[in-house]
């Protein structure tokens, strides 16, 4: 049978068999292509049986209630009815349906559509935070079509590279527009987790306490290579703001792994937790995680935000939190991290937001004279899977302006802004998912006027001064003077901070 689209998810259609016999296994093969090409696509599907169990797929990798597959997957079951979700990223409609196996064998064919094409439009996709076993990682970027998947394969005391070879180039390039890297690495700790890329070989995590030493050091130590790349896997780790203030990190991840395909990690583990009245369950954390780089940003740094799923550890896929860079239609993987790098990117777990302000993208600074007005114009592209009631306009932290979804189809844009002193902007979209915290948004633009180049909210510095302080409280080490070289690193953080709080020049 064949699926001819569009398709919703579980919208079903029952495959018909001959009559049952009872206990005959039945073999079931899935057939995916896509609708405009005819050719055989690689996807996931989320198979599960009439209890909600999840189903293998032999020899294919699978991870938690899905298996990835090149277009094609046998699989024998036992009589009875099945579900099914197909999908390819969020770039492709997800289709679905249901299934009764009885003896004999049938074929499940189904056809995917594209919802829309981002690396015609320059935008590629990358995950920073991927856990799976490297001999997978091909199919698993195929699968969800992604194109940058760092892999963490030293991660606080897991290391194989001490025990197997590390290869001479850990960098594969493969399909003319994918890579992944084989030497990234992660340290989870009590402040929290940094992540590192573009190293040469593993840091010496392995022996670290939950506090000593201090994560500082192993930061400076990944400093100490050409072309380090660090981030900070969650903006409200106790250690972000320390980490932050040593201006040695390079993105921060606003699309985390707390924000998975079918549920929220409501509480913010053993990071500096929300306030739940205000930010209730289940969208607060992703809301939380949204406010705190709001204030990085109103402390005049320009921090690009990244994307993370931890698939291979938490339950996403390869690829669920994702950031896209612009690079045009050629794909370069050094280009890649600089397009991020330069903020000229949207983060993602759903819908697709590309936006420009007068024609310039994400990461442009504006500048304008202290005796003009700057006016930008907004024109934004978005589709999505999901329903978005609007998009918002954030600017200094704020929602400036929501914009209706229908408003925003009859016209396309979003309107002006105006700016008469310093300040950044961004654009977002949260969809309308009762389970997640499903959202896109853009990284900043800059606006620098009259002269100054920043605004610096002493607000949101006395918010990470007030952070600072209460995470000295919460260090405990037994040995004193390990301890005082931890809090070395947490004082700096706070002059740091507090230098901000002097130079304000907004509230």
Same mark, same amino acid.
């Given at each position: 049978?064949?699926?001819?689209?569009?398709?919703?998810?579980?919208?079903?259609?029952?495959?018909?068999?001959?009559?049952?016999?009872?206990?005959?296994?039945?073999?079931?093969?899935?057939?995916?292509?896509?609708?405009?090409?005819?050719?055989?696509?690689?996807?996931?599907?989320?198979?599960?049986?009439?209890?909600?169990?999840?189903?293998?797929?032999?020899?294919?990798?699978?991870?938690?209630?899905?298996?990835?597959?090149?277009?094609?997957?046998?699989?024998?079951?036992?009589?009875?009815?099945?579900? $099914?979700?197909?999908?390819?990223?969020?770039?492709?409609?997800?289709?679905?349906?249901?299934?009764?196996?009885?003896?004999?064998?049938?074929?499940?064919?189904?056809?995917?559509?594209?919802?829309?094409?981002?690396?015609?439009?320059?935008?590629?996709?990358?995950?920073?935070?991927?856990?799976?076993?490297?001999?997978?990682?091909?199919?698993?970027?195929?699968?969800?079509?992604?194109?940058?998947?760092?892999?963490?394969?030293?991660?606080?005391?897991?290391?194989?590279?001490?025990?197997?070879?590390?290869?001479?180039?850990?960098?594969?390039?493969?399909?003319?527009?994918?890579? $992944?890297?084989?030497?990234?690495?992660?340290?989870?700790?009590?402040?929290?987790?940094?992540?590192?890329?573009?190293?040469?070989?593993?840091?010496?995590?392995?022996?670290?306490?939950?506090?000593?030493?201090?994560?500082?050091?192993?930061?400076?130590?990944?400093?100490?290579?050409?072309?380090?790349?660090?981030?900070?896997?969650?903006?409200?780790?106790?250690?972000?703001?320390?980490?932050?203030?040593?201006?040695?990190?390079?993105?921060?991840?606003?699309?985390?792994?707390?924000?998975?395909?079918?549920?929220?990690?409501?509480?913010?583990?053993?990071?500096?937790?929300?306030?739940?009245?205000? =930010?209730?369950?289940?969208? &607060?954390?992703?809301?939380?995680?949204?406010?705190?780089?709001?204030?990085?940003?109103?402390?005049?740094?320009?921090?690009?935000?990244?994307? &993370?799923?931890?698939?291979?550890?938490?339950?996403?896929?390869?690829?669920?939190?994702?950031?896209?860079?612009?690079?045009?239609?050629?794909?370069?993987?050094?280009?890649? #991290?600089?397009?991020?790098?330069?903020?000229?990117?949207?983060?993602?777990?759903?819908?697709?937001?590309?936006?420009?302000?007068?024609?310039? =993208?994400?990461?442009?600074?504006?500048?304008?004279?202290?005796?003009?007005?700057?006016?930008?114009?907004?024109?934004?592209?978005?589709?999505?899977?999901?329903?978005?009631?609007?998009?918002?306009?954030?600017?200094?932290?704020?929602?400036?302006?929501?914009?209706?979804?229908?408003?925003?189809?009859?016209?396309?844009?979003?309107?002006?802004?105006?700016?008469?002193?310093?300040?950044?902007?961004?654009?977002?979209?949260?969809?309308?998912?009762?389970?997640?915290?499903?959202?896109?948004?853009?990284?900043?633009? $800059?606006?620098?006027?009259?002269?100054?180049?920043?605004?610096?909210?002493?607000?949101?510095?006395?918010?990470?001064?007030?952070?600072?302080?209460?995470?000295?409280?919460?260090?405990?080490?037994?040995?004193?003077?390990?301890?005082?070289?931890?809090?070395?690193?947490?004082?700096?953080?706070?002059?740091? #901070?507090?230098?901000?709080?002097?130079?304000?020049?907004?509230?």
């Amino acid at each position: 049978m064949r699926h001819c689209l569009p398709l919703l998810p579980l919208l079903g259609v029952l495959a018909c068999f001959s009559s049952p016999v009872a206990a005959q296994p039945t073999s079931i093969r899935f057939i995916v292509r896509d609708y405009q090409t005819r050719e055989l696509i690689p996807c996931r599907i989320h198979f599960k049986d009439a209890s909600g169990q999840p189903v293998r797929a032999p020899g294919l990798p699978f991870w938690r209630d899905h298996f990835v597959c090149p277009g094609e997957a046998a699989i024998i079951l036992s009589p009875g009815d099945y579900t $099914y979700e197909i999908e390819r990223g969020p770039e492709y409609r997800p289709a679905g349906g249901k299934v009764t196996a009885a003896p004999g064998s049938a074929d499940v064919s189904v056809d995917l559509l594209r919802l829309a094409t981002l690396a015609r439009e320059g935008w590629w996709s990358g995950d920073l935070h991927v856990h799976r076993p490297v001999k997978d990682i091909e199919l698993l970027m195929r699968a969800e079509d992604l194109h940058v998947a760092p892999v963490i394969t030293w991660w606080n005391k897991q290391n194989p590279w001490r025990t197997e070879t590390p290869p001479r180039v850990p960098l594969v390039l493969f399909d003319g527009n994918r890579a $992944y890297d084989v030497m990234a690495g992660e340290d989870e700790r009590e402040g929290g987790a940094l992540l590192f890329f573009h190293l040469n070989g593993p840091l010496p995590v392995a022996g670290a306490s939950r506090e000593y030493p201090s994560p500082m050091t192993f930061l400076a130590q990944a400093r100490q290579q050409a072309g380090a790349w660090v981030d900070v896997e969650k903006p409200f780790w106790w250690d972000a703001p320390v980490w932050v203030a040593s201006g040695q990190i390079d993105s921060i991840g606003l699309a985390n792994n707390h924000m998975c395909r079918s549920q929220m990690y409501e509480s913010e583990a053993w990071g500096n937790a929300r306030d739940t009245e205000r =930010l209730p369950a289940p969208r &607060g954390n992703g809301f939380w995680t949204q406010e705190i780089y709001y204030h990085l940003l109103n402390c005049g740094l320009r921090l690009p935000p990244s994307a &993370g799923s931890a698939s291979g550890v938490l339950p996403n896929p390869v690829g669920y939190n994702r950031v896209y860079v612009h690079l045009g239609r050629t794909f370069s993987h050094a280009a890649w #991290w600089e397009g991020l790098r330069a903020g000229r990117s949207f983060v993602s777990n759903g819908p697709l937001l590309r936006c420009r302000a007068n024609g310039k =993208l994400p990461g442009h600074i504006f500048r304008a004279p202290a005796s003009r007005d700057l006016t930008v114009k907004l024109d934004v592209a978005l589709d999505s899977n999901d329903a978005i009631p609007f998009i918002e306009v954030i600017v200094n932290g704020r929602v400036e302006r929501q914009v209706p979804y229908a408003e925003w189809k009859r016209t396309g844009s979003l309107g002006e802004l105006r700016f008469r002193e310093p300040g950044w902007f961004l654009v977002r979209a949260v969809a309308d998912n009762a389970k997640t915290f499903r959202f896109a948004s853009t990284a900043p633009f $800059y606006v620098e006027h009259g002269g100054a180049t920043a605004r610096i909210s002493r607000a949101s510095a006395q918010f990470f001064v007030d952070w600072v302080r209460e995470r000295m409280t919460r260090v405990k080490h037994d040995d004193a003077a390990q301890r005082e070289e931890i809090l070395r690193h947490h004082r700096a953080a706070e002059r740091f #901070w507090l230098e901000k709080v002097n130079a304000a020049n907004a509230e």
